[in-house]
C-alpha cells in the first residue's frame, strides 16, 4: 500500500482525495508542517509515500506520471513529490528542514505562502540537498496549485480541453520505432494494452503469452506442411503483436520491472532462436536439410546484437562525444523518408519478423533463410560501418566504466585471463589499432582452420591456442580505444563460427542440430550478461565464466574433442556440453533476476533500438 499526505487548506469540491485512491495510495491529511512530519514518519519505511498540495488541481495521468512510476527514487510534478523506499531518507530530511525552518500551512489570504506549497518547498530542498528528483514530461496534461478560485477555474478549463486518456494512449507506444511496427501494430496494440491494463493483466503475463504463443509457431512450422508453416506466420505476427502489447502496457499503466525487463528480451531472443529451429525441423521433414542455414542466421543475428550492445556500452559516458559522421546522421534524420528508409534497412525486429512469416507461409525453409541470412548481412554491414566511421572521426575519451563494460563483453575465460597478465607489459606499447585487429585475425584463423580442414584434424585444435594467445593480447590492458568495442563481436563471431564449421565438417545427422544448441545456450549467456550490465546490476559472477570456460575456453573444447572424437561421437559430445552449459547458465540467471526482482532493485525499462 502507498500512502499520500495531503497538506494544506482543502478546497470544497476537489477530486484530489479520490484521484489518490483511485491510483493506489491510502489518503491522510496533515493540518501542517509538523503534521505531515509526524504522518511521514509513522508510514513504514518499505512503503511509497507522496506528499500532495490539497489544493492541487490537474490530471489524473499527471498524478500517475508523477507519482506511480516505480524507476526512480524521487519524483515530483508542481504541487506533489514522492518516494519510494530508496529515496525516504532524502524526502525525510528535506521534511524535517522544511519543519525547522517554521514551514507551516498558509494563513487565509496569504497569497505568498498559498503560491509556494509545502510539497514544493520539499522540492527545493531536496534539490538544494543534491538528490535526483525525476520531473516527468507532462506536455499538455495540466499539474497546478491555483492561487485562487480564477486561476482554479481556468485550470479546470484547461483539464476539460485535454484528454488524458488519449494522451497515455500515445505514450504507451514506444517514442522511436521501425516502420512496420509503428504502422501496422502499434495502432491497434495500444488498445489491446487498454484492454489488459483494465482486466488486472500485467506486462509480464503478456510476455508469457507472446513466448508461447511464438513456441506454438515454431511447432507448427517443425510440421513441414503448407498448412504448418501458414499458421506459423500467422501466430509469429500474433507473438509479435504481443511482444509490442506487453512494452505498451508497462508504459500504459507504469508497470516497469527489472524482472519484466529481462522477461522481455530475453523471452525476444528464444522466440526468434525457437523458431529458426522449427523451420530447420519442418524443412528436414521435407527431405531439405537446413540446420547450417538456420545455425548460420543465429550467430549473424547475435553477432548484429553485440556489435549494438558493445558499442553503445563504450559510448555509454564519452566525453567530447563528437564526430562529422554523427551530424550528417543527426541531419538525415530531420528529414522525413530518410528515418523510415533508414530504421527499415537496418531489419529490426518488426520488419524482420513480418519477413519471416510471410516468406514461410508462402516460401520454403531454405528461401526464408536465404533471405534472412542476406538482409542481416547487409544491415550488420551498413551499421558497423557507420559506427566504425563515427569511431574514428570522433575525438572521445572513454571512461573506466566503458572498459569494464566491454571486458565483461569480452567473456574472457580463465586460459585468456591468466595470457592477458603474462602479456601486460607487451600489450602497452601495442598501437591502438592492434587490439581489435588481434581479436579478429585470431577468430579468423581458428574458424578458417576449422572450415577448411578435415573431420577429425588436430590443426583447428592448434588454431584454438593461437586464439587464446591472440584473445588474451587483445584483453591485456583496458579496451578504451577507438575501436575496441569491435572486441566483443569478434570474440561471438569465432566461437559461434568455429562451432558451425565442425559441426558442417563432422558430416554426420544430428551434429548441426547439436551445435545449434550449444550455440543457443551460449548465446543465451552472452545476452544475460547485456542485460545484467544495461540494467546495473554487474556482470555474472566470476565462478559462472570460470565454470563455463569463457569464449575462448569453450573454443578450444570443441576443437580438441573434434580432433580426438570420431564424428559420432563428437555429435554427442556437442549435446552433452549444450546440456550441461544451458544448466548453469539457466539456474544461475533465473536465480539472480528472481533474486532481484524480489530484493525490490530499481525498476528498469528498455527504451533503447529496436532488436
Excluded at 477530486?15 to 501542517?32: C, N, P, Q
Excluded at 528508409?341 to 537496418?346: C, G, H, P
Excluded at 551498413?382 to 572513454?398: E, P, W
Aim: proline share 5%; charged share 15%; net charge neutral.
Amino acid at each position: 500500500m502507498s500512502t499520500a499526505i495531503l497538506t494544506g487548506q482543502p478546497v470544497p469540491g476537489s477530486s484530489i482525495e479520490g484521484d489518490l485512491r483511485s491510483l493506489g495510495f491510502e489518503v491522510r491529511t496533515a493540518a501542517d508542517a509538523a503534521d505531515a512530519e509526524t504522518l511521514l514518519a509513522q508510514v513504514p519505511g518499505d512503503q511509497r509515500v507522496a506528499v500532495v498540495d490539497a489544493r492541487f488541481v490537474g490530471h489524473v495521468h499527471a498524478l500517475r506520471l508523477g507519482l506511480t512510476d516505480p524507476r526512480f527514487p524521487l519524483a515530483a510534478i508542481p504541487g506533489a513529490v514522492t518516494a519510494q523506499p530508496a529515496g525516504r531518507q532524502a524526502l525525510t530530511r528535506a521534511m524535517a528542514r522544511e519543519h525547522s525552518a517554521g514551514g507551516g500551512a498558509p494563513a487565509d489570504g496569504d497569497t505568498a505562502l498559498a503560491v509556494d506549497s509545502l510539497a514544493d518547498r520539499v522540492v527545493t530542498a531536496l534539490d538544494a540537498d543534491g538528490a535526483t528528483v525525476h520531473r516527468p514530461e507532462l506536455g499538455s496534461l495540466v499539474a497546478t496549485v491555483p492561487t485562487d478560485p480564477q486561476t482554479r477555474n481556468e485550470a479546470r478549463q484547461a483539464i476539460a480541453a485535454v484528454d488524458d486518456e488519449a494522451i497515455r494512449l500515445k505514450s504507451a507506444v514506444k517514442a522511436r520505432d521501425g516502420f512496420f511496427t509503428t504502422f501496422f501494430i502499434s495502432p491497434y496494440s495500444r488498445y489491446i494494452a487498454r484492454w489488459c491494463a483494465r482486466r488486472g493483466l500485467t506486462p509480464n503475463q503478456v510476455t508469457t503469452a507472446s513466448l508461447l504463443t511464438a513456441l506454438i509457431a515454431a511447432g507448427c512450422a517443425a510440421t513441414g506442411t503448407r498448412g504448418g508453416f501458414v499458421a506459423a506466420g500467422v501466430l509469429l505476427i500474433a507473438s509479435f503483436v504481443l511482444d509490442c502489447t506487453d512494452g505498451q502496457l508497462a508504459r500504459y499503466s507504469l508497470q516497469y520491472s527489472t524482472l519484466g525487463a529481462w522477461l522481455d528480451a530475453t523471452f525476444d531472443r528464444a522466440k526468434e532462436y525457437a523458431y529458426y529451429a522449427g523451420l530447420a525441423l519442418g524443412a528436414a521433414r521435407g527431405g531439405d536439410d537446413v540446420w547450417a542455414l538456420a545455425l548460420g542466421a543465429m550467430v549473424l543475428q547475435t553477432c548484429r546484437h553485440v556489435v549494438d550492445f558493445s558499442f553503445n556500452e563504450a559510448n555509454h559516458d564519452a566525453t567530447a562525444n563528437t564526430s562529422p559522421t554523427a551530424a550528417l546522421s543527426d541531419k538525415l534524420d530531420s528529414v522525413g523518408w530518410t528515418v523510415w528508409l533508414r530504421r527499415m534497412i537496418v531489419l529490426p525486429i518488426g520488419e524482420r519478423w513480418a519477413m519471416i512469416a510471410v516468406l514461410t507461409a508462402v516460401t520454403t525453409p531454405r528461401i526464408t533463410f536465404y533471405a534472412l541470412l542476406i538482409g542481416c548481412a547487409f544491415a550488420a554491414t551498413y551499421t558497423t560501418a557507420g559506427r566504425v566511421l563515427r569511431s574514428l572521426t570522433r575525438k572521445a575519451k572513454r571512461t573506466d566504466r566503458a572498459a569494464t563494460a566491454l571486458a565483461d563483453l569480452a567473456d574472457s575465460g580463465p586460459l585468456a585471463q591468466a595470457l592477458a597478465r603474462a602479456l601486460r607489459n607487451p600489450a602497452r606499447r601495442l598501437p591502438g589499432f592492434a587490439v581489435p585487429a588481434l581479436a579478429l585475425l585470431g577468430g579468423a584463423a581458428v574458424v578458417a582452420t576449422a572450415a577448411l580442414t578435415e573431420s577429425g584434424s588436430p590443426w583447428p585444435a592448434v588454431a584454438a591456442l593461437g586464439y587464446a594467445l591472440t584473445s588474451g593480447l587483445a584483453v591485456a590492458r583496458p579496451l578504451k580505444g577507438a575501436l575496441d568495442w569491435l572486441v566483443p563481436p569478434f570474440f561471438r563471431a569465432a566461437e559461434y563460427g568455429t562451432v558451425l564449421a565442425l559441426a558442417v565438417n563432422a558430416g554426420v545427422n544430428g551434429a548441426l542440430p547439436a551445435a545449434f544448441g550449444l550455440v543457443a545456450a551460449v548465446a543465451y549467456h552472452h545476452y544475460d550478461t547485456v542485460y545484467r550490465i544495461r540494467g546495473n546490476a554487474g556482470a555474472p559472477p566470476a565462478w559462472l565464466v570460470r565454470a563455463t570456460g569463457g569464449h575462448d575456453g569453450r573454443t578450444l573444447l570443441v576443437t580438441v574433442l573434434a580432433a580426438v572424437l570420431t564424428a559420432a561421437q563428437f555429435k554427442v559430445a556437442l549435446t552433452v556440453l549444450a546440456v550441461a552449459v544451458a544448466l548453469v547458465v539457466l539456474v544461475e540467471s533465473i536465480r539472480f533476476w528472481v533474486a532481484s526482482h524480489l530484493g525490490g532493485a530499481p525498476a528498469v525499462h528498455d527504451e533503447g533500438e529496436p532488436a
